[in-house]
């Protein structure tokens, strides 16, 4: 008991947890900001453009309701909706992705002084820069020969 309970703080120390749950808040945070820019941006000129058809109440009835038995319909509306939030929120996540692995690649690259570069690509940049040159002057030394 006590190895798994000391297996458990380790996990919560070394940051996985913290890390998921950072991921989630944000995640949530991030889903309330593309659901109101969804519902209160872009669907009100689409309705406009659909001569104020409200999406989300579009449907194909199957079976009118009665007295007895409740309507089937398809609500081909919402997943119209859905598909505009998930079209929105791909789109986001692909210029954030984009805009981090630029800055990134531009960090890494040791020939660019405009951002510093970390120790350890500088490190294998130095390391590659002696290989080559221990590559040249053995090559040197074998035309000799």
Known sequence: ???????FKD?????????MAVGIIIGTAFNNV?????KKVVMPPLSLLTDDVNLAN?????????DTAE?????YGEL???LI??????????????????????SQDPKNKEVPTPKDIELLSNI????????????NRAKKL
């Open 128 to 139: 590659e820069r002696l290989i080559e040159h221990q590559n040249t002057i053995l090559e």
């Open 71 to 75: 309507e089937v319909a398809i609500g």
């Open 85 to 106: 939030d998930f079209t929105i929120i791909a789109f986001t996540i692909f210029v954030v992705i984009k805009f981090i692995n630029r800055f990134k690649n531009r």
């Open 11 to 19: 996990f919560a120390i070394k940051g996985n947890m913290i890390d």
């Open 1 to 7: 008991m006590r190895s798994f309970i000391r297996e």
């Open 34 to 38: 593309v659901n109101t820019l969804v």
């Open 58 to 66: 579009r449907k194909h009835v199957l079976r009118e309701g009665t």
């Open 80 to 82: 119209i909706e859905v």
